[in-house]
């Protein structure tokens, strides 16, 4: 019986395909290859690149603190400017685009074609709750009078529609024009071209794409095994279902695809160590038996101190947080407040090749302040002088990146932990 790959090994894979493993450095980081490190903020291909090799990130509303698209690239780039982040979505050097891959997400412009075996099926298929629409009022009509509209006028908001219709309830309650909109843009005659206070510009999929953008449309199952190397590669390690959990693909298809990689060699199954002794046979991409093997030997140490977004693609793959760190990674921003174990936000801490806390943060904006309104160690990790630093340094890139000049903590569990680390700031 071939001898698993101990713990170590599989979280410094980890760790590395998705470029959390390198030290955080104080003014310069990771501008281009892993490993690479230089000073100054990271530039444009620096951001670029990154996104090519997470494969996608996730967008979310929530801003506690800046919104998790803008975390997620803190967490292993440190500071850096955003509007860098946001030009490749938006200026005049177009590298990125919002689509549908991991929930909704920014995806590398290259990968752009892969979205359209799914924009296909919508029109060609659409669901019951879609034609429902469609057969009410006049909605049918809307949907040639909003790209009409941006035809003539350029891009728009869903608020540049009017509506004189009842008023409606909570957010998703949208009004007709949005809508259509949005139908416009699951079926690929829209995209966002900008963002103003977080809504969406939408203008032609003819004016947005790049001329250089491959728009020969895939098969599904071609569309299925690119997703599922995509998902293995920045993984790691990781099952079969988890393959999938990474592009949100049915577990059907991600098998058929699995099992179609195996064959040709593109991926390798290995026997895994886990947590509390177990072991279990996982997927490692061919490309990525190097690394295994690197991190086996020990020469991949990871060393960055970080915090990490509860939407971080480190967490996609389910219940790898618990076979590989002993983590439960939740959030709890949706639950009652009486029900929330840890706070409304959480952003997990990353010490090494450790998960080895939590803290929920609340940022004052116009006070410049951090609040810290809970902090916890995970069970049996010691406050020591090592791990108080390294989170004291991380914390203060963290209050630059988000322009925070003042401190200030509530809770602490151990409560010698935020006292030290206070104390280090």
Same mark, same amino acid.
């Given at each position: ?255 058929? *695809?699995? =099992?179609?990689? &195996?064959? %040709? ?8 160590? /886990?947590?509390?002794?177990?072991? !279990? ?108 630093? *390294?989170? =004291?340094?991380? &914390?203060? %890139? ?8 003042? /401190?200030?903590?509530?809770?602490? !569990? ?12």
């Amino acid at each position: 019986m071939t001898r698993p790959y101990s713990l170590p090994a599989l979280r410094a894979l980890a760790l590395y395909t998705q470029r959390l493993h390198v030290p955080h450095i104080q003014g310069g980081h990771v501008p281009h290859v892993q490993g690479e490190q230089t000073q100054g903020k990271p530039d444009a291909d620096a951001i670029h690149a990154l996104v090519e090799q997470l494969g996608c990130v996730q967008i979310d509303t929530l801003q506690m603190v800046q919104r998790s698209q803008y975390l997620v690239l803190w967490s292993r780039l440190g500071n850096y400017d955003p509007n860098v982040f946001d030009a490749l979505l938006f200026g005049s050097d177009r590298r990125l685009f919002e689509g549908w891959q991991h929930a909704a997400s920014i995806i590398p412009m290259a990968e752009y074609r892969y979205q359209m075996p799914h924009q296909r099926s919508l029109q060609e298929q659409p669901n019951d709750w879609y034609t429902r629409w469609l057969s009410e009022n006049h909605n049918s009509e809307l949907l040639p009078q909003v790209l009409e509209r941006i035809q003539q006028e350029g891009g728009l908001r869903a608020s540049d529609f009017k509506y004189d219709g009842p008023r409606r309830g909570s957010w998703w309650d949208w009004k007709p024009a949005k809508i259509a909109l949005e139908y416009q843009y699951a079926f690929g005659n829209l995209m966002v071209a900008n963002r103003l206070n977080f809504q969406r510009v939408y203008d032609l999929t003819g004016r947005i794409l790049p001329d250089w953008v491959d728009m020969s449309e895939p098969t599904l199952e071609e569309r299925d095994c690119f997703w599922i190397e995509r998902g293995v590669r920045a993984l790691g390690i990781c099952n079969p279902a988890q393959a999938a959990d990474y592009t949100w693909m049915k577990l059907g298809r991600a098998r058929s *695809a699995v =099992a179609s990689l &195996l064959k %040709d060699g593109t991926l390798v199954e290995i026997e895994a160590g /886990l947590m509390n002794s177990r072991t !279990e046979t996982m997927l490692v991409h061919r490309d990525n038996l190097p690394l295994l093997e690197k991190a086996a030997s020990g020469e991949i140490q990871p060393s960055r101190t970080t915090f990490l977004s509860p939407f971080d693609s480190l967490f996609w793959a389910r219940q790898r947080d618990q076979k590989l760190w002993g983590f439960r990674q939740s959030l709890e921003a949706y639950l009652p407040a009486i029900k929330r174990t840890y706070g409304y936000f959480c952003l997990p801490i990353l010490h090494k090749d450790q998960l080895v806390g939590r803290f929920d943060p609340k940022l004052e904006r116009k006070e410049h302040r951090l609040i810290l309104k809970a902090l916890y160690l995970e069970p049996g990790i010691q406050p020591d002088e090592e791990l108080v630093t *390294a989170m =004291a340094d991380s &914390l203060r %890139d963290f209050m630059s990146f988000h322009q925070a000049t003042d /401190l200030s903590m509530e809770k602490s !569990e151990p409560a010698e932990f935020g006292q030290k680390l206070l104390a280090a700031m």
